[in-house]
């Protein structure tokens, strides 16, 4: 991927690029608002992480004026206010996700993946598909082979979440901002009990698992 | 006492300065009128007097003619009366008849009343200048009559005036100053204590305060009022110092296991399992360092959260999403999760409302043992919305229950559950934003975990649903 990365602090800028580099991703950085929104416009770029608070021109400002401009690059807000009154205000200038500081590297590449492939989704399908899993969007239940799933409601709606971001790494604050709707972490494990759950049914048994933790991370749905 | 600033310069000694200026003009202005309605009084009561005698003579001169005033005159000033008057009858040319006035006074041509010095025979044959008030009659022949008095008494009553008013104002001066420089030194005296009481708080002394006396005037009311701040300051600090406290302690207790954790690693000679280990343990290890910033600032965010962004929202439906998220952890340990709600709308704001009822939920299945119950229950009374999380867990005993509000407290520090103490604190922040109410009372055994939002009037009545809170 090649990304462009706003931040006007240092050590993270290194840091975040640093690591985007180690995966082989290429990565513009850009210390201020103005400097960022003129790379933006004039490369392009498969995402940009956007800080909000920069110097000369605010995070918010460079999205809006990206977006009136007609760019559609997928945009990811990093904020260190994180609170829930920013994050529908970045949502709403038309950011694709948002994530507080501090994050972990590993939160940032997973929603990173996640709002670049968003784009080819088909809009409108009536059903999911990954190898010889079926999610039947109408009748909320999934099939894996010829076997049918039913599914209870929170199982359906994280397993459609898993489904969209098949083959990537989805972590557990994805989860629970996407079916929770909580922008805070619940805590323990909970994530991992619906996970585990939501695994039984869909990984019988001598079937190979198709839903995989991913240590330190998250989880990922592979089609086997 | 010290001042630091001129004492003239004080809003005290202004304010006794400017008293003592209106005393000192209403005193001479009382002192004035008082004068001059005396001696109108006397000048009125003596022309009264004088005119009458003058009348008297001037009966006599119409019916005895010239010789008979002067006979009157003559038998007048050989009787010694209380009363003296002095007299004067004079040819139309001023040539004195009788009378005990030197001579008929220059400026006086026509009738009418005088008030002049002049030189007057007294009885004992010698003469003295005095000062008098006379009636002049011009009579009928050309004849001239002069009846007077004395009036030296006026210029006593002058000078006792001006000596009166002289003494007046200078001991309403003197005693104005006295107290204005009292008043003003207890003013300044105040200032200067709560100013050296407000330095030793500034420079550490935390416990000052500003001493209050039994008279409950204005300077007693403010310091009151500088006491409860300086108090509030104190407890804030107080609870800041705790939170540090208890954050550095949880930060530094995962920080030193990493460090001595990448040191053993680093002793290891690049054993790969050992590393990778290392790796994994550390990892959890920053999670929750992690998670232990983002509970600070949540908390924090709560704190200074206003009720703006608060709409109307179900709380049955917020609460049966939480149980949703749990249910399953609850299972998986072998706990009896059940819940009873009724639909109940309240003012608020989704986001936290969800934090608090996950974070009970939370708690609970954290400290319940398996094989126990959590009870999950939202009802409604006529003022409230009551949403009472309630386990069979160890509770929390009576004395500690207000100390777990407190950031980073825990009660069994060893306790592995893991979780950094700040659950509860979150909840009852939320629940203060909420205008609401949270009671920890003992659920034998257990913790029952009571939380009361106002029902609808927030919006109507801010400071009322405040108010009612307290009561």
């Known amino acids: ?224 | 006492m010290r001042f630091d600033r001129p004492v003239m310069r004080s809003a005290a000694w202004r304010g006794a300065l400017w008293i003592t200026l209106i005393a000192l003009v209403a005193t001479s202005v009382a002192l004035t009128l008082q004068y001059v309605q005396t001696t109108r009084t006397i000048a009125a009561r003596r022309e009264a007097v004088v005119d009458d005698e003058a009348s008297g003579l001037v009966e006599r001169y119409r019916t005895d003619g010239a010789a008979g005033v002067a006979q009157a005159i003559q038998r007048q000033l050989t009787v010694p009366r209380i009363h003296e008057f002095f007299y004067l009858l004079t040819l139309p040319d001023g040539t004195p008849i009788a009378g005990n006035l030197l001579g008929w006074p220059a400026d006086i041509e026509r009738s009418g009343f005088y008030r002049f010095d002049t030189a007057v025979t007294n009885t004992r044959g010698g003469s003295s200048r005095r000062s008098v008030e006379a009636r002049a009659v011009v009579l009928d022949n050309g004849f001239r009559l002069l009846v007077g008095d004395f009036a030296d008494e006026r210029a006593a009553l002058r000078e006792r005036y001006i000596s009166a008013l002289l003494w007046t104002l200078l001991a309403t001066g003197a005693l104005g100053l006295l107290f204005g420089w009292l008043y003003s030194r207890r003013g300044l005296a105040f200032v200067e204590q709560v100013s050296a009481v407000g330095q030793r708080f500034l420079a550490g002394a935390m416990s000052e305060r500003v001493p209050v006396s039994s008279r409950g005037d204005e300077y007693d009311h403010l310091a009151d009022t500088i006491n409860r701040t300086f108090a509030e300051v104190e407890r804030l600090f107080g609870s800041l110092r705790a939170a540090t406290d208890g954050m550095a302690h949880d930060l530094k207790t995962p920080l030193t296991r990493i460090r001595a954790r990448l040191e053993l690693a680093e002793m290891g000679n690049g054993d790969k399992e050992r590393l990778r280990q290392a790796v994994a343990e550390t990892r959890i290890d920053l999670d929750a360092l992690l998670q232990l910033i983002e509970d600070m600032l949540s908390l924090a965010r709560v704190e200074a959260a206003g009720g703006e962004a608060f709409a109307p929202v179900a709380l049955d439906a917020i609460v049966a999403e939480a149980l949703e998220l749990y249910e399953p952890l609850a299972e998986e340990k072998g706990i009896d999760l059940a819940a009873q709600l009724v639909p109940a709308m309240i003012r608020g704001s989704r986001s936290l409302i969800g934090r608090l009822v996950a974070n009970l939920l939370d708690n609970a299945v954290k400290f319940t043992p398996s094989g126990g119950k959590i009870r999950v229950a939202l009802d409604l009374d006529d003022d409230w919305a009551r949403l009472v999380v309630a386990d069979n867990g160890p509770g929390i005993p009576a004395a500690h229950r207000q100390v777990v509000l407190g950031r980073f407290r825990r009660l069994d520090e060893s306790r592995p559950s893991g979780g950094n103490g700040l659950g509860l604190s979150i909840v009852d922040a939320v629940c203060r934003v909420h205008h609401g109410a949270m009671i920890l009372s003992d659920n034998h055994p257990g913790l029952r975990v009571e939380i009361r939002f106002p029902l609808g009037r927030i919006a109507a009545e801010g400071q009322g649903a405040d108010r009612e809170q307290d009561g």
């Open chain 1, 1 to 224: 991927m090649k990304l462009l990365l706003v931040e006007d602090d240092v050590q993270t800028g290194d840091y975040v690029r640093r690591g985007l580099a180690e995966l082989g991703h290429g990565c513009d950085l850009a210390r201020d608002g103005v400097e960022g929104l003129t790379a933006a416009l004039t490369h392009d770029y498969d995402a940009i992480i956007l800080d909000r608070n920069l110097p000369h021109l605010d995070g918010l400002a460079v999205l809006q004026a990206l977006r009136a401009q007609g760019n559609r690059t997928p945009v990811l807000l990093l904020s260190a206010l994180g609170e829930v009154g920013d994050r529908v205000a970045g949502l709403r200038a038309g950011g694709d996700d948002y994530l507080p500081k501090p994050f972990s590297f590993q939160e940032l590449l997973a929603r990173l993946d996640a709002i670049v492939r968003r784009r080819g989704e088909p809009p409108g399908a009536t059903t999911l598909t990954v190898g010889h899993l079926t999610l039947d969007l109408l009748g909320r239940r999934a099939r894996r082979g010829d076997r049918v799933i039913e599914l209870l409601n929170k199982e359906f709606q994280l397993l459609d979440y898993l489904m969209r971001h098949a083959g990537q790494v989805v972590t557990r604050t994805m989860l629970t901002e996407a079916i929770w709707d909580y922008d805070f972490n619940p805590g323990t494990n909970v994530i991992d009990v619906h996970i585990s759950r939501l695994r039984a049914k869909i990984d019988g048994p001598g079937e190979p698992a198709m839903i995989r933790t991913v240590r330190g991370a998250g989880y990922r749905l592979d089609a086997v």
